[in-house]
């Protein structure tokens, strides 16, 4: 695994961006990995529509801005419109599980629901790549930004294991279930301790952030409820924290098996 020692900087690398509509739809259907795409709000050109709905297609996120967004990037003239190059090289989730299965592998996926703080998805990412996890699953909107920053703080991590992104969550789950994939949801209050569960079949782990927790709909149409008991009696952990002891958990059944 790659050791990160270069400095972090804030603003994207002009090398990593795209600029303009043509440019960003030519990109677009060369299939090239975006992170994201920012256009100003007022933009409005059958082009423009173009463009949104091949980002659409490719799951690709976009953000409506003001004028002074886009001119943060110091990117000249950007015609209202820049595209940022992904680092990450985003994976189809049905892909996934159909490789998995084939190679009679036992899938593991990890999905993560309203977690921001990039240092905390990138101590995650580390985790998950060091346990085995066959890929993390990310919403388009709600989760933090797989920039540098977090590569950094994954140590690379993020560059090996697959992500996979996807326009919704709960839609994520139905394919799990539909592929015969259990998911559980990481819950404080659930009657069921994670020691308890079954992770040695093919599973999902829900982890949500550590404010609002997983979305109550989301949380509704996971099977089982997990808990990390605490006999300390504190309220909460660290969310990567967390993550690492469900899937340290997980890997301990599968290696007694």
Avoid: W
């Avoid at 799951?59 to 950007?78: D, M, R, T, W, Y």
């Avoid at 839609?171 to 009657?191: F, Q, R």
């Amino acid at each position: 695994m790659k050791n990160f020692r270069h400095s972090r900087n804030q603003r994207p690398k002009k090398n990593r961006l795209i600029i303009g509509v043509n440019a960003i739809i030519q990109a677009l259907e060369e299939d090239t990995q975006l992170e994201r795409i920012f256009i100003l709000t007022t933009l409005n050109s059958s082009e423009t529509a173009r463009l949104k709905k091949l980002a659409a297609d490719r799951g690709v996120p976009i953000n409506k801005v003001p004028v002074e967004k886009l001119n943060s990037f110091n990117a000249g003239e950007h015609q209202g419109c820049i595209a940022l190059l992904s680092k990450i090289k985003y994976s189809n989730l049905q892909q996934l599980i159909s490789f998995s299965f084939e190679n009679r592998v036992v899938p593991l996926f990890l999905m993560l629901d309203g977690i921001t703080d990039i240092r905390n998805i990138g101590a995650i990412a580390r985790s998950a790549y060091a346990m085995g996890v066959t890929a993390i699953i990310i919403p388009e909107k709600g989760v933090g930004a797989l920039n540098e920053d977090a590569i950094f703080t994954s140590a690379g991590a993020l560059e090996q294991l697959p992500v996979c992104r996807v326009n919704s969550l709960m839609k994520a789950v139905d394919e799990l279930h539909l592929n015969g994939i259990k998911v559980y949801a990481t819950e404080m209050t659930a009657g069921q301790n994670v020691f308890d569960a079954n992770f040695k079949d093919p599973c999902a782990i829900v982890m949500g952030g550590e404010e609002q927790g997983i979305y109550p709909a989301l949380l509704k149409i996971c099977d089982e409820k997990l808990k990390i008991p605490m006999p300390g009696n504190f309220e909460s952990l660290n969310v990567s924290v967390a993550t690492g002891m469900v899937l340290y958990e997980a890997v301990r059944q599968r290696l007694r098996e």
